[in-house]
């Protein structure tokens, strides 16, 4: 790993893109980095483009900025690659991960000359075989962390049953879903 | 912490002993504050009159009608405005209302 | 015996409340600091802390009810934001002259117009003189270590003033992060409990608050200012203190590299963690820069300023606040006034920079490092206000 990973999440308003970088950010702390997990904050808005960041690292980052050259980008709605410019100042040598049914180099002409990694993983048909509805956040999670290696796959599914434990202390239906989600984006996610 | 009576906070205490914020560490102290030198007229009791209904005593806005055993006595200048209200209520006229001369004023209130 | 965890600024700010367990919170919501109640009411109702918990209609009276409770002996709590502390104003004032050692929380976000969620510090910079302590934290750690320390300050009998306890809203706030907490016994036992000498419940009447005439007014004011005064050892005591505790050590100021700098930066809040990694890069690369961060606002630090900045060619004051005095910010005209009798004494320059949540970069930072080394070169500040990443 590198000494500091930076992921920059593009979502839209309730989707979870939000809370996937919290998770995403616990789920590092507990292979005992450091983590930064913010949104960008603004006016509420169902639907409306938003961005979450995650700083993974050895030793702590002291940087309170947003994240604009990103080692990995993850995509949470596919149409957003018509809406917003997903892969400016991502690194070449990283990835952008998108959710979509379709293969990666069927999106490359969507990313604005993005000569990197695409990864696709089709996070809606997952969530709705796993949870029954379109939460597209947790196989995100799932993808972006097989994609990146920025923590080790094993402790990860083990830490991320207990986050799930944790949250979902009230609705215990959900945590069985939600690994199902997690274990099944990490297997069928495409690296392109 | 500065915890003065209300009594030793005069207008030469130096700002190292006065008490934090103005408060006050004790209740009831406007019993030390004479505001028998603000008067220009002065109620002045005829005993003879009285008939001791005590009408006035409820009505003065400060302590200066003293009453004791269920009986007003002499008026308390110390705290005596000279508003006249004791005057105006009573209804035997046992209350005459005066010009206070100047050495009184300047006295302690008392005649 | 820290506890390691992963926290917002907010979620840190409102669990330090519940180890300490305040007598009394009075608080209305407001963004970005709605979290702090809102967590800390959850504590209430599962019955993790004692403390009464007063749900108001408006700021104005939270701060009311931390002024009668705190009058009463108890230890009183309120967070705000902004337009919320705007609200406060008055109650601001009250609660400092009347010596009651509120605590605040205070999540800085810009105040209006226009209207705006993010973060600067026009809300707090605005209070600045209303007799306040205000510590301020550039992470969700400082935010978390200044609220354990906050109330021995503001409580301590030479002292008898209100603390703000003020973090970047969202950029620390609604951050998650590393954090390393007390243990709770530990945290009661530094804390302590509030047991003022005098109160509204205590064993002899009192009134608080009273009228004062010009007789008595400045004689109340100097006894004020001289807790302020005060306030600088007794800062620095607990921190000590706090320090034995913790391995965590806090000044007035934090300096950053500044043992042979040139170029230095003056700043308050999250965005020094920002300037830190500018000074390392510019450092590496063979450059004398460094930064001095403010953590006590007020009391002003202004002797410890001057002397870490006097030996420096050129220094760039930051205000994340517009101040509208047509002369700099706030900080930039205190920073002048510290320095004023230095000699040697550098040059200054101020900068206006991230208002209402405008990002502030590493890369902004190093160029305002550039810019103060031309500054140094040519012997004078051309332009002595500038504005930071505007466009124009």
Redesign the interface.
Known sequence: MKEIVEIRWHGRGGQGAKTASLLLADAAFNTGRYVQGFPEYGPERMGAPITAYNRISRERCTVHSNIYEPDYVVVVDETLLYAVDVTKGLSEEGAVIVNSDKKPEELRGSLHGYQGKICTVDAGRISEETLGKNFPNTPMLGAVVKVSGVIPEENFVKDMRQSFAHKFATKPQMIEGNMRALVKAMQEVLIG | MNSKRAAEIREDIRWQEITPGGAVYEGGTASAVKTGDWRVMRPVFHADRCRQCLLCAPTCPDMAIPVKDGKREDFDYFYCKGCGICFKVCPFQAISFEKETHQEVNGDGNP | MGIRE?LSGNEAVAYALKQINPDVMGAFPIT?STEIPQYFSQYVANGEVDTAFIPVESEHSALSACIGAEAAGARAVTATSSCGLALMWELLYVAA????PITLACVNRALSGPIN??NDHSDSMGARDSGWLQLYA??NQEAYDNMLQAMRIAEH?DV?LPVMVCQ?G???S?????IELVETDAVRAFAGQYRP??SLLGP???????Y?VP??Y???K???A??MINAKRVILDVAREFERMTGRGYGLIETCRMEDAECALVLIG??A??A??AVERLRAAGKRVGLVKIRAFRPFPAEELAAALQNCGAVAVMDKCAGFSAAGGPLFAEVCAALYGAAPRPLLVSYTYGLG?R????DSMERVFGELEETLRTGAAAEPCRWLDVRG
């Open positions: 992963r970005p002259s009347s010596r009651l969620i993010n550039e992470t009998p008898q970047d969202f950029i620390t609604h951050a998650i992060e590393n000498e005098h002899e009447p009192m009134s608080v608050g009273p004062d007789a008595y400045m004689e109340h100097r006894h004020q001289q807790g999250s965005s963690g920002t830190k990694a949540g990002d502030v970069t590493v």
